[in-house]
């Protein structure tokens, strides 16, 4: 196990971590803020990766294709907005769960009618086809480079947004007191209908970006939605500070442990033994780190609600 190895996979953490806090901080804002369990967001991710692959091949352009990818995917969740998530607000958990859930079969089978059971080709940009070399023997894709830059932008765009500016003193309010801040003139209607599309434009942009890297299939969503559930958890309830952190830590647990557990028991177990657990055992870290945190935080790292 050399060291450049470890530090590539580490790289490679970084980035799928910071695709999950593009994908956990709508979600962390949407049931944080507005006490509403979307399931459906992870359709919105899938969405947010096939508009983007289409668009790409299209116009020739990955630029265009995340606009466009992202513009499509606000219309589509300002739709579910209007015709469904306002009858959910006052609803329980359950309601929430039920018919979010009924979307994710429908988006399934839209995707499915649109572009065919088979997975979609995402194509890399021609300009980021490339390594990088970051240092001597170490070879990285400008692509994942790319990915990482812009998820540290996005990641402080977001905390400057919601920590710095009066919209975010106004989403906080909102969240905090809801009455009051509507008796001292806030429209928070107007500001939940706001985080909703900022979640989903959130969604959009980690499935254009993830879908060169990989597989833009029908059920993508739920896939990823898993981790970003876990993310939710070991954050904590509405922070998104506590989503990056953890999106990190669970971007990082998760991909070195697909890395190098069933490298390790193959050198501790008998062949066949190692490869039947190790794919287990790499599929088990992130809950083990989520384990772990409630131990010790019960409502996660940086729970807002705390």
Do not use: K
């Amino acid at each position: 196990m050399s060291g450049i190895l470890v530090l590539e996979q580490l790289l490679n953490g970084l980035g799928y971590g910071l695709m999950l806090f593009l994908l956990a901080a709508g979600l962390t804002l949407v049931f944080g803020i507005m006490d509403v369990l979307n399931l459906a967001h992870g359709s919105l991710f899938m969405a947010g990766a096939y508009v983007a692959a289409e668009a790409h091949t299209r116009t020739g352009s990955f630029a265009a294709a995340i606009v466009i990818a992202v513009a499509v995917t606000v219309v589509v969740a300002l739709l579910l907005e209007v015709l469904l998530m306002r009858r959910l607000y006052t609803r329980d958990h359950l309601a929430q769960v039920l018919a979010t859930f009924g979307v994710i079969l429908v988006a399934d089978d839209i995707v499915t009618m649109a572009w065919g059971p088979s997975p979609v080709m995402a194509p890399t940009p021609a300009a980021l086809s490339g390594p990088v070399n970051l240092m001597d023997g170490l070879p990285y894709p400008a692509y994942r480079l790319v990915i990482l830059v812009g998820g540290m932008l996005v990641a402080l765009a977001l905390y400057l947004l919601v920590n710095h500016t009066r919209i975010g003193m106004r989403v906080r309010a909102g969240a905090s007191d809801r009455p009051m801040a509507e008796l001292m003139g806030v429209r928070v209607g107007r500001i939940f209908n706001g985080v909703f599309l900022l979640g989903a434009a959130l969604a959009a942009l980690a499935g254009a970006l993830m879908g060169p890297i990989v597989a833009v299939q029908v059920g993508m969503g739920e896939a990823i939605l898993i981790p970003a559930l876990v993310v939710l958890v070991i954050g904590g309830i509405g922070s998104v500070r506590g989503a990056f952190v953890a999106a990190l830590l669970v971007g990082v647990v998760d991909t070195i442990g697909r890395a190098f557990v069933p490298m390790l028991l193959r050198a501790t177990l008998p062949p066949a033994t190692a490869a039947d657990l190790g794919p287990l055992f790499a599929e088990v870290a992130m809950y083990a780190l989520m384990v772990i945190v409630l131990i010790f935080r019960p409502s996660g790292l940086f729970s807002a609600r705390a």
